[in-house]
């Protein structure tokens, strides 16, 4: 059905003007209307000001449709969280409890904690218990703004609960009627199976995990954990091009806890994003910028678990791609909140509320490979947006703390209401 709402305070369109994404100063415009109003079925068919909606619905004969008032509130796109890991079994509250005693992320891995913890129960759990627990996720998610999603296996380590952990994903996007791309990160860790023998798990990954999800069509990208004390680059390299040749794409968690050259690992092997990059080098994000390989920022994961942020002035000033993302998992960061991932962007890593919002908007869209049908609000593109609480998307920055949406809109559809 067509849908008029109109009196809108202010409608940021994040649009790249026919582009794909953003860099530089135009990271600073976020294509803001002030006395907006938008029509749309599951697409988006008109925006402009709230005085011309009158003469386009006369001039293009439209009869039926149905209005709403937004009553000087704000709209924005809906937030694409391009780095996540929601399907899982278990908690780790106790080892959160442990860090805030003073262990610390990589102590509590090295005792058989961390993943290694949460690979043990997500292969005790069900696919039923999966699909619940990731649900439960991503309609908070929902609640909280986010539209559409990335999501990675990588919590099972061996071929079953791999693939138990993909179909989970497959079977989310089909039932919730969302956007949710699905990732294969066999190499999140070493399984314990395979403990003195991590070339034969790579092997293994290659030879048998990866052909199996691309012949049963389960993911769409291929990540690799390359870091210290996880994959090699040389393992990492053996795994993406395995994975290209079988025609996945790239993304690389990178640097997250040391400087290992993840980041060039990533520009060379033509990844669509590196992640994390919180000890990315120079030549990294030279040579990320020549490739265009998108830079995620997870600053969720450096507050969580107490890690200097990514240098986001020095990768935003050297014109490369910038996108945010939250990268919920139980163990390095677990929100699902989109609003926070902004507050700490713009408050810890020094972004702009514009640099931010257009991040996690039309640049997580290209991360995922979608800005070519959303991420922005313009004609054509999905009718994925939010109406928010107070009457500008800066409310999201100064006011911190709570949740700001009110309407969750997706393909047209009102997805959540709150309150
Ligand atoms: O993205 N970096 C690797 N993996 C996750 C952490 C996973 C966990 O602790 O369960 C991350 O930070
Ligand atoms: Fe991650």
């Not at 600053?299 to 935003?316: E, H, S, V, W």
Request: hydrophobic fraction near 40%.
């Amino acid at each position: 059905m067509l849908t008029l709402i109109k009196n809108i305070s202010s409608l940021a369109t994040c649009s790249a003007n026919g582009e794909l994404f953003k860099t530089g100063s135009q990271m600073q415009n976020v294509g803001e209307i002030k006395n907006a109003a938008i029509l749309f079925d599951s697409k988006i068919r008109w925006i402009g000001l709230n005085q011309e909606y009158k003469n386009i619905l006369s001039g293009s004969n439209i009869k039926e449709f149905r209005s709403i008032d937004a009553a000087n509130k704000a709209v924005i796109p809906g937030f694409i969280d391009s780095h996540t890991h929601l399907v899982f079994g278990g908690n780790r509250s106790d080892e959160f409890a442990k860090r805030m005693r003073g262990a610390t992320y990589r102590e509590i891995a090295e005792q058989g904690g961390g993943i290694q913890h949460t690979v043990r129960e997500t292969r005790a759990a069900s696919e039923e218990q999966l699909f619940a627990s990731a649900e439960k996720l991503i309609n908070n998610a929902i609640k909280h703004g986010t539209t559409a999603f990335e999501t990675k296996s990588g919590y099972g380590l061996d071929t079953k609960t791999e693939l138990k952990i993909l179909r989970v994903i497959k079977k989310l996007r089909k039932e919730k009627k969302l956007q949710i791309s699905s990732t294969f990160l066999g190499a999140h860790d070493f399984p314990p199976e395979y403990s003195g023998r991590r070339d034969e798990y790579i092997d293994l990954i290659c030879e048998e995990m990866l052909p199996q999800v691309v012949e049963h069509g389960l993911a769409e990208f291929c990540d690799a954990f390359v870091d210290q004390g996880y994959y090699t680059i040389e393992q990492g390299e053996k795994i993406f091009q395995g994975a290209t040749d079988l025609g996945l794409k790239l993304k690389v968690h990178a640097d997250e806890l040391a400087c290992v050259n993840g980041a060039e690992l990533a520009a060379r092997m033509g990844a669509v994003s590196a992640d994390h990059l919180l000890f990315i080098s120079d030549s990294g994000i030279e040579n990320m910028k020549k490739s265009g390989t998108i830079a995620t920022f997870l600053p969720g994961t450096a507050y969580f678990i107490r890690l200097p942020y990514a240098p986001a002035r020095k990768i935003l000033k050297n014109g490369n791609i910038v996108a945010l993302a939250t990268d919920c998992n139980p163990g390095s960061c677990f929100t699902e909140n989109m609003q926070q991932i902004l507050s700490l962007a713009t408050l810890n890593m020094n972004m702009t509320a514009e640099e931010a919002l257009n991040a996690a908007t039309i640049n997580a869209a290209a991360a995922i490979c979608k800005s070519d049908s959303m991420g922005s609000l313009e004609v054509g593109k999905d009718a994925n947006f939010l109406v928010l609480d107070g009457a500008s998307y800066t409310d999201i920055f100064y006011h911190f703390g709570v949740n700001h949406v009110s309407q969750t809109w997706i393909n047209g559809e009102l997805a959540m209401v709150n309150g």
